[in-house]
């Protein structure tokens, strides 16, 4: 029979190599939720493949889980035990069996599982965004997600975003994604803010054993405030049928949600009062019927609602009374208004065609009745 040769187990973990000497029981601490690598390896035999396998030993009993990863890589043999718990604590021992008549010593491992240490949540981060805009804002906590293999979730207001990217809520037409940049950045924005999108925003990074570290941010939305409206002042008189407004806006058409009038803050309906139409594309006309100086002086606005803001213009209207029973006079043969056989003299005479045309006149009277000078441009 031949003498048998007992050489010691050096035992490593990772890339860690161990002399012979260092043959004992050597203490492992791991994270619970962690993939917990064990490695032996027996550096004293020259020839390693006389080493036929490698069996490892928890409590005297063969492991043979699937929760287990066996393998080995040249003269290191490893064990992994997949997403460690508590329970897996307790002395684990590799054992190498060979085809010839030798003895290699056992390697052994006392094995301790810890809670992950989770660092402070930071406070809350105040952020800003604006109506209308855009805004982005990330956590980096890459090396312990990394490290601690951890799942990511992000959340709104304590409710989980089940998705990577879609609406804020359903109240809100704002629009998020989130995604993790090359160098383990995680990141979200929102698109197209508005007012019902603000909230708690939170990155969430889930740990095996079911703590949650968070950190979280205050977004809130600043109103954005419409352009100022273009001013324009409007005089009628009653002795008209009807006075006309008129609004051109073609060079909105394209970004356009909604076009509508009103007077004194109220949206008007189109009535026997109030004549609405679009003479032609993007120009558009309000007839104001049966003119009343009490009831029809204001301010009325044509406004051209966009997505995310609106323009107007401002028509300050005033309303003359009446004064047909002390306007009446004869023409002069050389007036204006004779040749377009006015009957009553309004107290300012436009050009030929000016007030049937558009039914107003403007602080300064038009010389020509151009339409640039008779109607608002948006």
């Known amino acids: 029979m031949a003498t048998a040769n007992l050489l010691g187990a050096a035992l490593i973990v990772l890339a860690a190599v161990l002399l012979p000497s260092e043959a004992e029981t050597q203490n492992r601490r ?4 962690t993939d917990a690598t064990l490695q032996c390896s027996w550096s004293g035999l020259k020839d390693q493949d006389l080493i036929t396998m490698v069996r490892w030993f928890r409590r005297g009993v063969r492991l043979r889980s699937k929760r287990y990863t066996f393998a080995n890589h040249g003269q290191n043999y490893t064990l992994t035990i997949n997403n460690i718990q508590k329970k897996d604590k307790g002395t684990y021992v590799c054992s190498p ?9 056992d390697g052994r491992f006392l094995v301790e599982v810890v809670d992950a240490v989770l660092p402070e949540a930071p406070e809350i981060t105040e952020t800003q965004l604006a109506e209308g805009g855009r805004g982005a804002f990330n956590c980096n906590y890459k090396i312990a997600k990394e490290k601690h293999n951890l799942e990511l979730f992000w959340s709104r207001n304590g409710e989980k975003l089940m998705a990577e990217s879609g609406s804020v809520s359903e109240d809100s037409e704002s629009s998020y994604n989130t995604y993790t940049d090359r160098n383990g950045i995680d990141w979200m924005n929102i698109t197209y803010v508005d007012t019902e999108a603000a909230g708690i925003y939170s990155c969430n990074y ?3 054993d079911g703590r949650v570290f968070t950190m979280s941010f205050n977004i809130t939305v600043r109103e954005r405030e419409d352009p100022a409206d273009y001013v324009r002042n409007i005089t009628m008189k009653e002795d008209y049928e009807s006075g ?6 073609s060079s909105l058409a394209s970004q356009m949600e909604r076009f509508y009038w009103e007077k004194d803050g109220e949206e008007l309906m189109d009535d026997e009062k109030y004549d609405m139409s679009e003479t032609s594309p993007s120009f558009y006309t309000l007839k104001v019927h049966m003119l009343d100086a009490e009831k029809d002086e204001g301010v009325y606005r044509c406004v051209a609602q966009l997505r995310l803001y609106s323009l107007a ?7 003359i009374k009446s004064t047909k029973s002390t306007d009446f006079t004869a023409w002069t043969e050389f007036s204006v208004c004779d040749k377009q056989r006015k ?3 309004f107290r300012t005479c436009a050009a030929d065609g000016c007030l049937d045309k ?14 640039n000078d008779m109607v608002a441009v948006l």
């Open 97 to 105: 069996k060979l085809d010839v008549d030798m003895v290699l010593e």
């Open 206 to 208: 889930k740990y095996r």
């Open 244 to 249: 006309r407004l008129m609004c051109n806006v």
């Open 343 to 345: 009957k009553y003299r």
């Open 358 to 371: 558009y039914g107003y006149v403007y602080e300064v009277d038009s010389e020509n009745c151009s339409e």
């Open 313 to 319: 213009v401002r028509f300050n209207v005033t309303v």
């Open 30 to 33: 791991f994270v619970v939720g």
